[in-house]
């Protein structure tokens, strides 16, 4: 493949035409299986990730990395899965910010990242620092680092709001800030990057963005168009 490989359809169904050991990074954010705003596709027990999980092990490479977004209510069934196939390397708690259902719970704004390799002692990993500034005086900051390490939990992504200038229809759209990080530290440019359920396309963006190739997969059409749309960069900022 060369490029941009974008289709409309059931991942379940789409996966199987993604030929063996050809991804780098599997970069995905699956529905939460919530009912979030009534959705027809995030309806509980969606996914059968036992099926998921020996497909993307099938299509990543033995050096691939597999990134998987989770909300707090479903990430332990999916990772129960997901441990028998790979090997966990970090579990990231990503901070959205803009919180859901505040009227008789707490805020949520977690998200969890997992992180998984398909061979422990073999996979990309390019280090970052995050944008937050370094307040004490350490050796990092005397050597001409002024922002901290990147850490397992990321406060320092903006949301997108109602305003942003990236915003598009879709209720549960990730920045492109956030997907622009991911693409950056878990692979390198010319690498494959998959995302079966990419929803409007951020993470096609990122990877156009910054050189990589990409396979998408959006079971719905409206999602596909906007994803189609953002890609080929017609009217809207990306
Ligand atoms: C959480 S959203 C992804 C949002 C995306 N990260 C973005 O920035 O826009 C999940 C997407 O998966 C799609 N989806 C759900 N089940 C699917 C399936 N079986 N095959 C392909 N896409 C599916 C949904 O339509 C939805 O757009």
Not at 20 to 46: H, M, Q, R
Not at 215 to 238: A, H, N, P
Request: with cysteine; net charge neutral.
């Amino acid at each position: 493949m060369n490029g941009m490989a974008i289709a409309l359809g059931d991942a379940n169904d789409l996966l199987t035409e993604v030929e063996d050991s050809s991804v780098d990074l599997i970069a995905t954010d699956p529905p939460y299986e919530i009912n979030f705003a009534n959705n027809a596709w995030d309806k509980p027990n969606g996914l059968n990730w036992d099926y998921l999980a020996k497909q993307f092990r099938r299509v990543m490479k033995p050096s691939g990395n597999l990134i998987i977004f989770q909300g707090w209510s479903c990430v332990s069934e999916t990772k129960s899965v997901l441990d028998k196939h790979f090997f966990l390397k970090n579990w990231i708690i990503y901070d959205r910010i803009k919180g859901r259902g505040a009227k008789t719970n707490v805020v949520s704004t977690r998200e969890d990242i997992l992180w998984y390799v398909a061979d422990e002692s073999s996979y990309t990993f390019n280090k970052i620092n995050s944008t937050i500034k370094k307040k004490t005086k350490g050796m990092g900051l005397r050597n001409g680092n002024t922002f901290r390490a990147l850490s397992n939990v990321w406060t320092d992504v903006p949301p997108v709001v109602p305003w942003s200038r990236e915003r598009v229809d879709h209720p549960t759209q990730k920045p492109l800030f956030l997907m622009d990080r991911i693409i950056s530290i878990w692979s390198n440019e010319g690498d494959v990057v998959l995302d079966p359920f990419m929803g409007s396309g951020t993470t096609a963006v990122a990877c156009r963005n910054l050189g990589r190739e990409f396979i998408g997969f959006e079971v719905d059409k409206q999602y596909f168009s906007i994803s189609k749309e953002r890609i080929d960069g017609c009217g809207r900022l990306i």
